[in-house]
């Protein structure tokens, strides 16, 4: 990274603007790593918390689903604050949710409270959000050629995040018996406090007229074809790896696994999440990023095939690390098909449209994972993770036949 800024092809107003480049990213890395723990603390206490607390067992998913609609409510609102006061400012109100959520978490488990607990999640969700925005801020931070490695760079923060996260459970959800996971709360409340101060170190340059501004309306961007196609598949991407990690803890519970086997499932599914993002960006550099997003589809259908294959641990984990893969391989290569879509003005509105559509669309997954797990079984939650996978492959074909039509012509 730092060759790139301190290049000599660089002018003075480029070298400027990318100086504090390496330290953004680095501390931006460091607080994915540290704010990614918070999401598996939810994903993996959620259904069992939600299960315990429920008023019935078709509810207790709805936990994880009301993350997820605070993931796309609050989208929006943090690109609008990152508009008008910078991206920092966004980062801080982000982490601020996130010691909410420990605090709150915490407060519902004592009391026995299943609709504090909601709320709880849903400012896990918020925090989400804004966390998920650190991979457009370091694209920000570095020359163009350099956006999707400096973009894959910061999602590889999530390994650390796979490791603190699933550990962050087990080592704490008995510590303040008999409120199992109270202790666990109280601790992802730290780690958000942590992650506030390293991001009090990151400089990025204040948002300029044009980017208060805006640029181009929404609609027009919208209706480009490489923005229609990116949305889809991360959208897809996105969705099946929350539609299956959802309901996996829960579905592990009901065959009769241990916690710890779960856990241990989930932490390998988010180490399978971010690993691969130490070169993802260079593939996508390579190979283009409809290509690993292709790869990345093909790796979440395989996911799903290996689970109906049985119901042991390796069976779930199998499920659970080439599911993690593809998400990454899917979902960063949409993120780079965005960035290929506006210009610098409409970044932070394009962006946050962008993650908006994906976790709204997300909720929807959500509400119907819990139902289905219930009511259907683990079996028919992956048979019906095909149909958006097909979809998929079908607008990236559809993609690039319109794309060699032009070229043509």
């Known amino acids: 990274m730092s060759q790139t800024i301190a290049s000599p092809e660089l002018d003075s107003a480029s070298a400027a603007q990318y100086l504090h480049g ?13 704010a990614g723990a918070n999401s598996v603390v939810v994903y993996a206490t959620g259904a069992i918390v939600g299960n315990a607390l429920a008023p019935s067992p078709a ?6 689903s009301v993350f997820v609609v605070g993931m796309a409510a609050c989208t929006l609102p943090a690109g609008a604050i990152a508009q008008r006061y910078g991206r920092r400012a966004a980062f801080l109100v982000g982490t601020g949710a996130g010691v909410l959520v420990g605090l709150l978490a915490t407060l519902a488990v004592v009391i026995g409270s299943f ?17 998920l925005s650190f991979r457009f801020a370091a694209a920000d931070c570095v020359p163009p ?7 894959s760079f910061v999602m590889a923060g999530g390994v650390v995040a796979g490791v603190v996260g699933p550990q962050l459970v087990t080592h704490t959800m008995y510590l303040w018996m008999p409120h199992m996971f109270a202790a666990t709360f109280i601790a992802q409340a730290a780690v958000a406090v942590l992650s506030a101060v390293i991001l009090l170190g990151v400089r990025l ?10 640029g181009r309306p929404l ?26 990690m959802t309901s996996a803890p829960l579905a592990m519970q009901m065959c009769g696994l241990s916690q710890e086997a779960a856990n241990l499932g989930l932490e390998w599914h988010v180490i399978a999440m971010y690993a691969p993002s130490f070169f993802t960006g260079r593939l996508i550099s390579r190979f283009g990023a409809s290509n690993v997003v292709m790869a990345g589809l093909a790796l979440t259908g395989a996911s799903a095939a290996v ?18 893969i593809g998400w990454n391989f899917g979902f960063i290569g949409a993120s780079a098909m ?9 970044k932070a509105r394009v962006q946050s449209l962008n993650d908006f559509i994906i976790f709204g669309t997300m909720a929807l997954g959500s509400f119907l994972s819990g139902g289905l797990l219930s009511a259907y079984g683990w079996s028919t939650v992956l048979w019906l993770s095909f149909i958006p996978l097909v979809l998929a492959v079908l607008a990236l074909f559809g993609s690039a036949a319109m794309r060699r039509t032009r070229t043509a012509g």
């Open 22 to 34: 390496r330290s953004n990213v680095a501390r931006l890395t460091i607080a994915q790593a540290l």
């Open 59 to 64: 509810l207790a998913t709805l936990p994880i």
């Open 115 to 131: 609709w504090l607990f909601n709320v709880a999640t849903f400012f896990g969700g918020a925090y989400a959000a804004v966390v």
């Open 145 to 151: 050629e350099r956006r999707p490695r400096a973009l």
């Open 205 to 214: 340059p204040a948002p300029t007229a044009a980017e208060v501004a805006g």
């Open 219 to 244: 609609a027009v961007i919208a209706r480009q074809p490489r923005f229609i196609i990116a949305v889809i598949c991360g959208v897809v991407s996105y969705l099946l790896m929350n539609f299956l």
């Open 307 to 324: 689970g109906l294959l049985g119901i042991d641990v390796a069976h779930f984990w199998g499920t659970l690390i080439l599911l993690g």
């Open 338 to 346: 965005v960035l290929e879509t506006h210009r610098p003005e409409e």
